[in-house]
Each structure stands twice: as C-alpha cells, then as structure tokens.
C-alpha cells in the first residue's frame, strides 16, 4: 500500500511526442507537488496543488501541464517533448503546505 | 533570495560518524527537512526540525541548528554501509509554501 504512487517509472520517448505521468496519494493530504531532479541531482519545484486548486507554477513551460481531477490525483502532462526534459520528475503530497513532504519514488523520463 | 548548500560528497568508514552540513540564506525558513536518497529510489523524509529548535535526537539521527549561522547539520552515529546515499537538506519557505533543496551531499561508506 504504497503512500505515493507514480506512474510510469520509466519513460523512453522521442522528442516531439506528448506524454503523461500520473500522481497518486492515499494520505488524505491536501497538498501536491510535482519536482523535477536534473542529472546533476538537483532538485526544483515545478507546481504545487492545494485541494485541486493551483498554487505554485514555478516559471515551467507551458508545454507542461498538471491537472488534478481531485486532491488525491496530480497528473502531469507534457507536450511537445524536449530533449532539456530527460530527468527524473517527482511527486510529493503533504497535509498541509508546510507540513512534510512525502515523495514518490519518481518517473526517469528519456528523450531521444 | 533562496540559496541552500551542501559539500558535494563524503566518504567515511563504517562504524564512524557521519555529519552532513548545510547552510541556508531564507532567514524566514520555519521547517528545515533532511531527505535521503538511495540509487534509482525516492526521496525518503529522514528527520526535520522547527527553527525554534537548536537540536533532534531520533536514534542514531542528531539534527542541529544554528539559526543565527543558517547552519544546519545532520550527524549520523555508528554509520554502516546501508547508509550510503545522497543526503538533501531543505528549507520550508513558509510564504511560498515549497520546499527548496540544497545540492545533495553523496555519502560513500566503506567497510
């Protein structure tokens, strides 16, 4: 019964192609997020959800989508698909917004 | 501006103490979070602490604070190989609501 759930975990696609990941949280937490790790292991947020309501977008494309058909759902959809988009993308749910987070065990998108 | 460091790396022996660094610039941080990171795997939350605090004990876990500094540490005691990963720290920016993540120190431990 795993608390964050993602899928796929892996992704190969070529560049141009539009894709999805799905984002799953069974905490009952309020809040979701989506991070992207480089290949650096650096970490940046790139949205976050409050009860299906956004609160964050955090200077991302607008090839990249996230929708949230209720609070226990944060997909994220990307369009147009970019060589600089290979990277490993996290979600993280939490209670509140500043409770802890707690992550998924993250989508290693490849683009070819 | 919102800025967290960490050393890129440390190697110790198995069965020493580890103590990981981290310095933050938000003076308005109220939670500041260690996360480990093993290879291929999530982020798993470790430990964190109020900025009211100076120090947490959680088993072999001691987070201490120095708010003043912006300094933050995480000393891990009778370190074992299981330990090796990459451990992140992270600032809550409470009016933003969004965690910022330091660069990640890559602990290697080696019997």
Redo the contacts between chains.
């Keep these: 019964d795993t608390a964050v759930s993602q899928t796929p975990k892996y992704l190969v696609t070529q560049m141009g192609n539009d894709k999805s990941i799905k984002c799953e949280q069974n905490l009952g937490h309020d809040t979701m997020y989506w991070y992207k790790q480089d290949s650096k292991k650096f970490l940046k947020i790139m949205f976050s959800y409050n009860n299906k309501e956004l609160i964050i977008n955090e200077t991302v494309p607008n090839r990249f989508s996230p929708k949230s058909p209720d609070k226990a759902h944060l997909n994220l959809h990307i369009n147009s698909l970019e060589l600089g988009d290979s990277a490993v993308y996290f979600c993280a749910s939490s209670l509140l917004g500043n409770q802890p987070q707690h992550f998924g065990d993250g989508t290693r998108l490849s683009i070819l | 501006g919102e800025d967290v460091e960490q050393s890129l790396f440390l190697s110790v022996r198995e069965g020493d103490s580890s103590v990981i660094n981290c310095t933050y610039t938000d003076s308005s941080s109220?939670?500041l979070?260690w996360?480990k990171?093993e290879p291929g795997?999530?982020?798993?939350?470790l430990t964190?602490i109020f900025s009211n605090m100076d120090m947490k004990q959680d088993q072999r876990l001691t987070v201490l604070l120095n708010k003043k500094d912006k300094h933050l540490s995480l000393r891990i005691a009778d370190t074992q190989t299981g330990d090796s990963a990459?451990y992140?720290c992270a600032e809550?920016n409470?009016g933003?609501?969004?965690?910022?993540?330091g660069?990640?120190t890559r602990l290697l431990v080696s019997p």
Excluded: N, P
């Design positions: 109220t939670y979070y996360y990171q795997a999530g982020l798993q939350l964190y990459i992140f809550m409470t933003f609501q969004k965690l910022v993540f660069t990640g």
